[in-house]
Protein backbone atom coordinates (compact mmCIF):
# COMPACT_ATOMS: atom_id res chain seq x y z
CA UNK A 1 0.00 0.00 0.00
CA UNK A 2 0.99 3.44 -0.94
CA UNK A 3 2.16 5.38 1.80
CA UNK A 4 1.34 8.54 0.65
CA UNK A 5 -2.40 7.45 -0.08
CA UNK A 6 -2.79 6.40 3.58
CA UNK A 7 -1.19 9.77 5.28
CA UNK A 8 -3.29 11.29 2.09
CA UNK A 9 -6.26 9.70 3.46
CA UNK A 10 -5.65 10.30 7.34
CA UNK A 11 -5.52 13.99 6.36
CA UNK A 12 -8.37 13.94 5.14
CA UNK A 13 -10.05 12.73 7.82
CA UNK A 14 -8.51 14.60 10.48
CA UNK A 15 -9.43 18.05 8.43
CA UNK A 16 -12.92 16.69 8.23
CA UNK A 17 -13.32 16.13 11.82
CA UNK A 18 -11.69 19.60 13.34
CA UNK A 19 -12.97 21.59 10.46
CA UNK A 20 -15.83 20.04 8.92
CA UNK A 21 -14.40 20.34 5.30
CA UNK A 22 -12.11 17.92 4.74
CA UNK A 23 -11.31 19.57 1.06
CA UNK A 24 -10.11 23.16 2.57
CA UNK A 25 -13.35 24.79 0.55
CA UNK A 26 -17.00 25.87 1.30
CA UNK A 27 -18.44 22.33 -0.36
CA UNK A 28 -18.11 19.50 2.70
CA UNK A 29 -16.92 16.05 1.16
CA UNK A 30 -19.29 14.15 3.28
CA UNK A 31 -22.82 15.86 4.49
CA UNK A 32 -24.80 14.78 7.51
CA UNK A 33 -27.71 12.91 5.90
CA UNK A 34 -29.43 12.95 9.47
CA UNK A 35 -31.71 15.64 9.55
CA UNK A 36 -33.24 15.17 13.16
CA UNK A 37 -29.44 14.61 14.36
CA UNK A 38 -28.62 17.93 16.34
CA UNK A 39 -25.45 16.07 18.29
CA UNK A 40 -21.98 18.50 17.28
CA UNK A 41 -19.40 16.19 15.69
CA UNK A 42 -16.02 16.56 18.27
CA UNK A 43 -13.23 17.26 16.98
CA UNK A 44 -9.61 15.88 17.56
CA UNK A 45 -8.34 18.39 19.65
CA UNK A 46 -12.04 18.52 21.57
CA UNK A 47 -11.29 14.95 22.78
CA UNK A 48 -7.87 15.64 23.63
CA UNK A 49 -9.22 17.98 25.85
CA UNK A 50 -11.51 16.14 27.95
CA UNK A 51 -8.92 13.73 28.17
CA UNK A 52 -6.93 16.60 29.95
CA UNK A 53 -9.92 17.29 32.34
CA UNK A 54 -10.38 14.29 33.20
CA UNK A 55 -6.37 14.47 34.44
CA UNK A 56 -5.82 11.53 31.92
CA UNK A 57 -3.58 13.27 29.52
CA UNK A 58 -0.82 11.30 29.76
CA UNK A 59 -2.55 9.10 27.76
CA UNK A 60 -3.14 10.72 24.56
CA UNK A 61 -0.38 9.29 22.52
CA UNK A 62 -1.79 6.32 22.69
CA UNK A 63 -5.29 6.92 22.43
CA UNK A 64 -5.35 9.10 19.65
CA UNK A 65 -4.49 5.88 17.63
CA UNK A 66 -7.28 4.07 19.03
CA UNK A 67 -10.04 6.45 17.74
CA UNK A 68 -12.03 4.82 14.96
CA UNK A 69 -13.94 6.61 12.60
CA UNK A 70 -16.94 4.17 11.72
CA UNK A 71 -21.17 4.76 10.24
CA UNK A 72 -24.12 5.29 12.87
CA UNK A 73 -26.96 4.10 10.81
CA UNK A 74 -30.38 4.96 11.86
CA UNK A 75 -33.42 2.40 10.17
CA UNK A 76 -36.65 3.50 8.71
CA UNK A 77 -39.31 0.98 7.84
CA UNK A 78 -39.60 0.97 4.65
CA UNK A 79 -41.57 -2.42 2.00
CA UNK A 80 -39.10 -3.85 0.05
CA UNK A 81 -40.40 -2.61 -3.07
CA UNK A 82 -40.06 0.92 -2.39
CA UNK A 83 -36.01 0.01 -2.09
CA UNK A 84 -34.05 -0.18 -5.10
CA UNK A 85 -32.07 -3.26 -5.62
CA UNK A 86 -28.92 -3.21 -4.07
CA UNK A 87 -29.05 -0.69 -1.42
CA UNK A 88 -28.18 -0.87 1.94
CA UNK A 89 -31.32 -1.65 4.23
CA UNK A 90 -31.73 -3.83 7.12
CA UNK A 91 -33.88 -7.16 7.04
CA UNK A 92 -36.49 -7.48 4.21
CA UNK A 93 -35.26 -9.91 1.27
CA UNK A 94 -32.04 -9.94 0.35
CA UNK A 95 -30.33 -8.79 -2.56
CA UNK A 96 -28.17 -11.65 -3.65
CA UNK A 97 -26.33 -13.45 -6.67
CA UNK A 98 -28.36 -16.09 -8.15
CA UNK A 99 -26.38 -19.27 -7.78
CA UNK A 100 -25.70 -18.28 -3.81
CA UNK A 101 -27.00 -21.15 -1.49
CA UNK A 102 -28.89 -19.61 1.81
CA UNK A 103 -26.66 -20.31 4.55
CA UNK A 104 -28.29 -22.91 7.89
CA UNK A 105 -26.47 -23.92 11.33
CA UNK A 106 -27.62 -27.51 11.73
CA UNK A 107 -30.27 -27.80 9.50
CA UNK A 108 -31.50 -23.75 11.13
CA UNK A 109 -32.13 -21.80 8.30
CA UNK A 110 -30.13 -18.30 9.09
CA UNK A 111 -32.10 -15.23 9.19
CA UNK A 112 -30.74 -12.35 7.22
CA UNK A 113 -30.30 -9.35 9.21
CA UNK A 114 -28.42 -6.40 7.10
CA UNK A 115 -26.41 -5.83 3.38
CA UNK A 116 -24.27 -2.60 2.98
CA UNK A 117 -23.52 -1.76 0.06
CA UNK A 118 -19.56 0.19 0.36
CA UNK A 119 -20.13 2.28 -2.20
CA UNK A 120 -22.59 4.40 -0.61
CA UNK A 121 -20.01 4.78 2.62
CA UNK A 122 -17.11 7.01 2.05
CA UNK A 123 -14.61 4.32 2.78
CA UNK A 124 -11.55 6.05 2.33
CA UNK A 125 -12.15 8.35 4.96
CA UNK A 126 -12.24 5.43 7.38
CA UNK A 127 -8.80 3.63 6.19
CA UNK A 128 -8.09 3.42 2.33
CA UNK A 129 -7.23 0.07 2.52
CA UNK A 130 -10.52 -1.42 3.32
CA UNK A 131 -12.76 -2.52 0.35
CA UNK A 132 -14.92 -0.03 -0.94
CA UNK A 133 -17.28 -2.14 -3.52
CA UNK A 134 -19.61 -4.38 -3.20
CA UNK A 135 -22.14 -5.86 -0.95
CA UNK A 136 -21.89 -7.34 2.28
CA UNK A 137 -24.41 -9.85 3.96
CA UNK A 138 -25.37 -11.02 7.30
CA UNK A 139 -27.09 -13.97 8.03
CA UNK A 140 -27.47 -15.37 11.75
CA UNK A 141 -29.82 -17.88 13.07
CA UNK A 142 -32.69 -16.00 14.92
CA UNK A 143 -34.29 -18.63 17.19
CA UNK A 144 -34.74 -18.18 21.29
CA UNK A 145 -35.13 -21.47 21.81
CA UNK A 146 -32.03 -22.79 19.84
CA UNK A 147 -29.56 -19.76 21.74
CA UNK A 148 -31.18 -21.25 25.27
CA UNK A 149 -31.48 -24.40 24.48
CA UNK A 150 -28.54 -25.74 22.39
CA UNK A 151 -24.82 -25.21 24.29
CA UNK A 152 -22.85 -25.33 21.25
CA UNK A 153 -24.82 -22.16 19.41
CA UNK A 154 -22.54 -19.62 21.19
CA UNK A 155 -19.41 -21.54 21.91
CA UNK A 156 -19.65 -22.22 17.82
CA UNK A 157 -19.27 -18.65 17.10
CA UNK A 158 -17.44 -18.39 13.91
CA UNK A 159 -19.75 -21.07 12.17
CA UNK A 160 -22.97 -19.61 13.70
CA UNK A 161 -23.23 -16.37 11.06
CA UNK A 162 -22.24 -16.09 7.85
CA UNK A 163 -20.97 -13.12 6.20
CA UNK A 164 -21.05 -13.54 2.65
CA UNK A 165 -19.62 -10.78 0.14
CA UNK A 166 -20.39 -10.06 -3.31
CA UNK A 167 -17.87 -8.12 -5.44
CA UNK A 168 -20.96 -7.48 -8.11
CA UNK A 169 -23.52 -5.66 -8.08
CA UNK A 170 -24.92 -5.43 -11.60
CA UNK A 171 -26.79 -9.18 -11.52
CA UNK A 172 -28.72 -9.44 -8.56
CA UNK A 173 -31.94 -11.14 -7.47
CA UNK A 174 -33.92 -9.89 -4.41
CA UNK A 175 -34.55 -13.75 -2.46
CA UNK A 176 -37.31 -14.99 -0.84
CA UNK A 177 -36.38 -16.92 2.66
CA UNK A 178 -36.57 -20.54 2.61
CA UNK A 179 -40.28 -21.77 3.81
CA UNK A 180 -38.81 -23.20 7.04
CA UNK A 181 -38.02 -19.43 8.50
CA UNK A 182 -41.30 -18.36 10.26
CA UNK A 183 -42.67 -14.73 10.40
CA UNK A 184 -40.89 -13.99 13.08
CA UNK A 185 -37.67 -15.20 11.73
CA UNK A 186 -37.83 -12.56 8.79
CA UNK A 187 -37.48 -8.47 10.13
CA UNK A 188 -39.06 -5.97 8.83
CA UNK A 189 -37.35 -3.69 5.83
CA UNK A 190 -35.90 -0.54 6.39
CA UNK A 191 -33.68 1.81 5.00
CA UNK A 192 -30.63 3.34 6.24
CA UNK A 193 -30.04 6.97 7.35
CA UNK A 194 -25.45 7.17 7.61
CA UNK A 195 -23.46 8.97 9.96
CA UNK A 196 -19.90 8.79 9.75
CA UNK A 197 -18.60 9.66 13.36
CA UNK A 198 -15.28 9.33 15.81
CA UNK A 199 -15.84 6.04 17.98
CA UNK A 200 -13.66 5.98 21.37
CA UNK A 201 -12.95 2.67 22.72
CA UNK A 202 -14.02 0.84 26.36
CA UNK A 203 -12.26 0.60 29.35
CA UNK A 204 -12.39 -3.30 28.69
CA UNK A 205 -10.52 -3.01 25.54
CA UNK A 206 -7.81 -0.50 26.76
CA UNK A 207 -7.38 -2.75 29.79
CA UNK A 208 -7.10 -6.10 27.54
CA UNK A 209 -5.14 -5.11 24.81
CA UNK A 210 -2.33 -3.40 28.01
CA UNK A 211 -2.81 0.07 26.23
CA UNK A 212 -3.95 1.45 29.85
CA UNK A 213 -2.89 -1.13 33.00
CA UNK A 214 -3.31 1.83 36.52
CA UNK A 215 -6.42 0.85 38.20
CA UNK A 216 -7.35 4.74 38.79
CA UNK A 217 -6.97 5.32 35.25
CA UNK A 218 -9.12 3.07 34.05
CA UNK A 219 -11.77 4.17 36.36
CA UNK A 220 -11.06 7.14 35.89
CA UNK A 221 -11.51 6.70 32.21
CA UNK A 222 -14.66 4.33 32.37
CA UNK A 223 -16.46 6.60 34.97
CA UNK A 224 -15.44 10.24 33.91
CA UNK A 225 -14.19 10.88 30.70
CA UNK A 226 -16.27 8.37 28.60
CA UNK A 227 -19.35 9.55 30.55
CA UNK A 228 -18.54 13.00 29.56
CA UNK A 229 -17.59 12.32 26.57
CA UNK A 230 -20.78 10.14 25.73
CA UNK A 231 -23.23 12.86 27.58
CA UNK A 232 -21.96 15.66 24.77
CA UNK A 233 -21.64 13.49 21.58
CA UNK A 234 -23.29 9.99 21.85
CA UNK A 235 -26.24 9.41 19.41
CA UNK A 236 -26.89 6.03 21.16
CA UNK A 237 -26.30 2.46 20.87
CA UNK A 238 -28.13 2.00 17.29
CA UNK A 239 -26.72 0.09 14.45
CA UNK A 240 -23.05 0.61 13.53
CA UNK A 241 -20.23 -0.26 10.64
CA UNK A 242 -17.50 -0.10 11.49
CA UNK A 243 -16.10 1.89 14.40
CA UNK A 244 -15.84 0.70 18.59
CA UNK A 245 -18.60 -1.23 19.45
CA UNK A 246 -21.42 -0.44 21.94
CA UNK A 247 -20.45 -2.08 25.50
CA UNK A 248 -23.15 -3.12 27.02
CA UNK A 249 -21.63 -5.86 29.45
CA UNK A 250 -17.38 -6.51 28.27
CA UNK A 251 -15.85 -3.83 25.49
CA UNK A 252 -12.69 -5.98 24.92
CA UNK A 253 -11.50 -7.95 22.41
CA UNK A 254 -7.75 -8.06 20.75
CA UNK A 255 -6.60 -4.60 19.12
CA UNK A 256 -6.02 -6.99 15.36
CA UNK A 257 -9.85 -7.31 15.23
CA UNK A 258 -12.04 -4.97 14.43
CA UNK A 259 -16.45 -4.97 14.81
CA UNK A 260 -17.35 -4.78 11.20
CA UNK A 261 -21.44 -4.78 12.03
CA UNK A 262 -23.34 -4.03 15.15
CA UNK A 263 -27.18 -4.80 15.26
CA UNK A 264 -29.59 -3.33 17.36
CA UNK A 265 -32.84 -4.29 18.95
CA UNK A 266 -35.38 -2.58 17.52
CA UNK A 267 -39.47 -3.67 17.66
CA UNK A 268 -40.34 -1.89 14.54
CA UNK A 269 -38.08 -4.55 13.02
CA UNK A 270 -38.74 -7.46 15.17
CA UNK A 271 -35.21 -7.80 16.20
CA UNK A 272 -34.47 -8.37 19.70
CA UNK A 273 -31.66 -9.82 20.37
CA UNK A 274 -31.44 -11.31 24.09
CA UNK A 275 -33.89 -8.16 26.43
CA UNK A 276 -32.93 -5.52 24.28
CA UNK A 277 -29.29 -6.68 23.82
CA UNK A 278 -26.64 -6.20 20.78
CA UNK A 279 -25.36 -8.39 18.04
CA UNK A 280 -21.48 -7.98 17.07
CA UNK A 281 -19.83 -9.34 14.15
CA UNK A 282 -15.99 -9.34 14.71
CA UNK A 283 -13.46 -9.76 12.21
CA UNK A 284 -9.40 -9.31 12.00
CA UNK A 285 -8.72 -6.17 10.16
CA UNK A 286 -6.06 -7.71 7.64
CA UNK A 287 -9.27 -10.33 6.95
CA UNK A 288 -11.16 -7.79 5.63
CA UNK A 289 -8.76 -5.73 3.65
CA UNK A 290 -8.17 -8.89 1.81
CA UNK A 291 -12.15 -9.72 1.74
CA UNK A 292 -11.74 -13.05 3.84
CA UNK A 293 -14.85 -13.45 5.92
CA UNK A 294 -14.58 -17.21 6.65
CA UNK A 295 -13.26 -16.49 10.19
CA UNK A 296 -16.00 -13.87 11.74
CA UNK A 297 -17.52 -14.91 14.52
CA UNK A 298 -20.28 -13.35 16.85
CA UNK A 299 -20.91 -11.84 20.18
CA UNK A 300 -24.74 -11.65 20.92
CA UNK A 301 -25.43 -9.83 24.68
CA UNK A 302 -28.36 -8.33 26.49
CA UNK A 303 -28.70 -5.69 28.72
Known amino acids: ?18 TGNAAGIDTPVY ?18 KMLEEAELGQYWDMLKYQ ?10 ITADTDIQLGTSKIGGYPDLPSSFQWPSWKNHPMSFVAQINLEEFP ?16 FYVYDYEL ?65 MNNKADLDRYSLEFK ?13 RFLGHMSALQYGGHPSGEIQL ?34 NVYTYRVGT
Not at 262 to 290: N, R, V
Open 261 to 294: FQADSDDALGMEWDLSGLLHFFIKADDFKKLQFE
Open 123 to 138: MNLVNPEYPSTGILYF
Open 31 to 48: KHPLASDQITDPSIHEIR
Open 227 to 239: PDFMSIYDRGIGF
Open 147 to 211: WYTDEDYDEDKMNNNVVYYAPETAELVRRKPPAALSEEQIFKSALLEKKLELTLPDSDYLEANKL
Open 67 to 76: ILPGFYMVPT
Open 1 to 18: MNILKILTAVILLLRLLI
